[in-house]
């Protein structure tokens, strides 16, 4: 009897991918094995966070001057530590670090990619049972290979990404990616410690009924957003009355739950933050380019988010994404002359 297997594990997916590239050499799929192991390991200890000393502080500030929770130091060097050893990737960005960390060893100089990454989103949830998550963004170098990796690999803008993915860490834990082809997520089967093919071709929906943002810096938000809002409260497109405010405080799984469901996600600048919070290379730019790839739209408030031309590695952005016609409808507002004024 013929089994027919209709469900791909990542790899078997992956490589399948590359059959239809024969001048392919494989070192993204590779790549993208290394993140799941890295995230494989993260996930145990994400699952067993409330029982062993990993909880809490350990009273480091990061570089961005924010408390440091140990996961995310342990979710670091489980990245680093997978990158650096596999033969994918020339060097690594993090949120956790001041500098990139260029491998320079002669495999890793040959290697075409470069990787950056959140190694844990949402950590402030990390000791509430809330869902948290990995972000990653992978270029192709433009400095020669057989080199060491430079800075200049890591200030390209996001248009140039070749995949970008994220995982959560959740009531199940999810490994979605996107490259120009499509956006897909896998899910991780515990019982064979394997990632399954379980949202395929993802879309986003052209419109929804979900907004998020934080609504406790309402009054600190440019009137432009403000007014929109105002219309999220106030009308919706599917049954006439407001849409539902959904904010978990973890981008991965409130941009995730958007993409699926369709709604928006905000991280606006404020009085206090000209720049909002979120970090452009790491945090934007790949759900910007998982977004647009399924459909939907990002943007910085004034440009297309993947158009943004780096000058720093922990640079911060506003942050706008989601449904097409949800964020058409804010840019109504954004770009209206008052906003402008
Ligand atoms: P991180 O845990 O990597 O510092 O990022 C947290 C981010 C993001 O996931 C979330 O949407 C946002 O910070 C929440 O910030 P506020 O508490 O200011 O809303
Ligand atoms: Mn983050
Ligand atoms: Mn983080």
Redesign the pocket.
């Known amino acids: 009897m013929v089994v027919d297997r209709k469900i791909l594990t990542l790899d078997e997916f992956t490589i399948q991918q590359l059959r239809d590239f024969p001048q392919a050499t494989g070192e993204l799929s590779g790549l993208l094995r290394d993140i799941g192991l890295a995230a494989k390991r993260v996930n145990v200890e994400v699952n067993k966070a409330g029982l062993v000393d990993i909880l809490g502080d350990t009273g480091n500030i990061n570089v ?1 001057g ?1 408390e440091v929770k140990k996961l995310d130091e342990f979710a670091n060097d489980q990245f680093v530590g997978v990158l650096r050893h596999g033969i994918s990737c020339a060097g690594i960005a993090s ?1 956790e670090l001041d500098d990139i960390v260029v491998f320079n060893d002669p495999v890793s100089n040959n290697s075409k990619y470069i990787c950056m990454f ?1 190694p ?5 949830n990390i000791d509430v049972n809330i869902s948290i998550g990995t972000i990653f963004s992978i270029y192709r170098r433009v400095t020669e290979k057989g080199k060491p990796a430079e800075l200049k690999d890591f200030l390209q803008p996001g248009n140039q990404q070749v995949a970008a993915g994220y995982i959560i860490y959740g009531s199940s834990t999810i490994f979605v990616y996107g490259t120009r082809r499509g956006v897909n997520g896998f899910t991780l089967d515990p019982s064979i410690g394997e990632y399954s093919l379980s949202h395929p071709d993802i879309k986003c929906p052209e419109s929804g009924n979900i907004y998020s943002v ?1 609504h ?2 309402f009054f600190r938000y440019p009137e432009s957003v403000k007014k929109y809002i105002d219309v999220c409260q106030h009308k919706n497109n599917t049954n006439g009355g407001p849409y539902t405010q959904r ?1 978990i ?4 799984a ?1 941009v995730h739950r958007n993409l699926l469901k369709g709604g928006i996600f905000m ?1 606006p600048e404020t009085t206090d933050k000209p720049n909002g ?2 970090r452009l290379l790491y ?1 934007c730019n790949p759900f910007a380019f998982i977004v647009e790839v399924a459909g939907g739209k990002a943007t910085n408030g004034k440009e297309r988010i993947l158009d943004v031309q780096p000058t720093e590695l922990h640079q911060r952005s506003p942050f706008f994404v989601g449904s097409k016609k949800m964020m058409e409808e804010l840019e109504g507002f954004l770009n209206s002359k008052d906003a402008k004024a």
């Open positions: 961005q924010e949120e959140d844990l989103d949402g950590s402030a934080n406790g810096h904010y405080g973890s981008m991965v409130d991280y919070k979120l945090e």
